[in-house]
């Protein structure tokens, strides 16, 4: 949201605070972060005296399922009270995501009229509603800033670090854990003395509980020992904001942030989406890829649009089929149980032509399965038995003699596979492996800035639909 439409936002915020005041009951809306709840009051005051509500996320998560449940995914939702500090609160919904709280002395809701409704539901839809164009204009200008130049890895993640404070303004580092579980500093961003210090002092305990946050996708966590229970609080809390980093081979990496809690919904969906982007990155991409971040620069220049998809694989063959010699990429969006799932195909002709399709590609199951576990697959000549007949006439017909198959990978799993085929046979692909994987780190990074579309041109929630 623009900073007029939170000033707007927040000044509906306290005319529903003296809605819901009337009926002897305190609102809390929620803040940055999905765990906390602030208090509003007409006046403006903090009152240090239950001014903040923390539910932890088991709970939001049991109110929306809850909600799911009774199929109550549209307009306003009162969920069943939350016992906090023997004080009910009302979990409010707008459109499945718990957005505020009321606080009441009682378990029974009040019954609020018509237009206090619609007061009420007007503030949700501006709350929630955050414009997919600008989220898209941001997610450019991010990526656009983040490959600028071919950079070593360190000077590469100490600017990713540093746009990431950009929309936090707090201290922030990148770690990495060894196998044996221990923290180490890689690098520091802000205050870096307080980064050191809680380094310093990072036990085995709250290593892991950060861990067991990043596997349950629970990204905002609480710096202090707040209890796994509602309750209220007379203090701002520090957090931490934990998510994977850039992946690596070496050992597993994390971006850490540590700040209070008094940041906006907007810029903490924005920190996040950043982090998202940040974490599909493989290390190879920017250490020994450096060719390819150009092309990264222009797919954020262009933006998202009708059809991004096709100019951005139009214009990745032309670059990649002059560093090396190709019949066939095929992109495939997901991956089913069927031998011939469908996709973008660009492909070279009899004649010399380049040729762009939507077209079933037939790829045996046994590739299929170790793609969806992650594993990359090469055929090192078609003709040598390995393919059933159908498939090796299919291939050999187009020029392809050789081929690999390569996951297209983001944090959250697998969402689709990239194909290159070539009219050499044998280790010829293999070879360029370290190339492919790069464009394929391409193909996904395209994929996860693009949410509304699929490579097949059909509207869709989201080709990640796992990260939402």
Request: hydrophobic share 40%; with cysteine.
């Amino acid at each position: 949201m623009s900073t007029r439409t939170e000033q707007r936002s927040a000044s509906t915020a306290h005319w529903l605070s003296e809605i819901v005041s009337r009926h002897g009951r305190v609102f809390y809306s929620g803040t940055g972060f999905p765990q906390l709840f602030e208090r509003i009051e007409q006046s403006g005051e903090h009152h240090f005296d239950n001014t903040w509500i923390y539910i932890p996320a088991h709970y939001l998560q049991m109110v929306a399922d809850q909600s799911d449940q009774r199929g109550e995914r549209t307009g306003i939702v009162w969920a069943e009270p939350i016992l906090c500090d023997d004080r009910s609160v009302f979990p409010l919904l707008y459109r499945g995501e718990v957005v505020a709280m009321l606080s009441s002395d009682t378990s029974v809701l009040p019954e609020f009229d018509s237009s206090e409704l619609n007061a009420i539901q007007g503030w949700c839809a501006e709350y929630v509603n955050d414009s997919p164009d600008q989220v898209r204009e941001r997610c450019g200008m991010f990526v656009r800033e983040l490959f600028r130049g071919g950079d070593s890895p360190q000077q590469f993640m100490k600017r990713a670090m540093t746009l990431l404070t950009n929309g936090w303004s707090r201290s922030c580092a990148g770690l990495y854990v060894e196998s044996q579980g221990t923290f180490w500093l890689n690098l520091a961003i802000g205050d870096v003395s307080r980064w050191f210090r809680l380094v310093r002092h990072f036990h085995p305990e709250a290593a892991m509980r950060m861990l067991e946050s990043v596997y349950r996708h629970e990204y905002f966590i609480p710096a202090d020992t707040i209890g796994d229970y509602p309750t209220f609080l007379d203090v701002l809390p520090d957090f931490y904001f934990v998510h994977e980093g850039m992946l690596s081979p070496r050992a597993k990496q994390f971006i850490l942030m540590s700040g209070p809690g008094a940041i906006t919904r907007s810029q903490a969906m924005q920190l996040q989406e950043y982090a998202r982007l940040v974490s599909g990155l493989q290390e190879f991409q920017f250490a020994s890829g450096s060719e390819l971040i150009p092309n990264f620069s222009r797919l954020a220049a262009q933006g998202v649009g009708e059809s991004t998809f096709e100019q951005m694989l139009t214009e990745t063959w032309n670059w990649l089929s002059q560093q090396i010699s190709l019949s066939r990429v095929a992109i495939l969006c997901r991956l089913d149980d069927s031998p011939t799932p469908c996709g973008l195909i660009i492909q070279r002709q009899q004649d010399g032509e380049t040729q762009l399709a939507r077209m079933e590609l037939q790829i045996p199951p046994y590739i299929i399965e170790r793609l969806k576990n992650g594993n990359g697959y090469a055929i090192e000549d078609v003709r040598g038995g390995e393919l059933v007949d159908t498939i090796a006439k299919e291939r050999y017909l187009h020029h392809i003699l050789s081929e690999y198959y390569l996951p297209i990978q983001t944090p959250a799993g697998v969402i689709g596979a990239a194909v290159f085929s070539a009219p050499s046979a044998g280790d010829y692909l293999t070879m360029e492996l370290q190339l492919l994987e790069a464009v394929t780190a391409y193909f996904s990074l395209w994929m996860q800035m693009d949410r509304r579309r699929d490579c097949h041109g059909k509207e869709a929630e989201s080709v990640t639909a796992a990260h939402d």
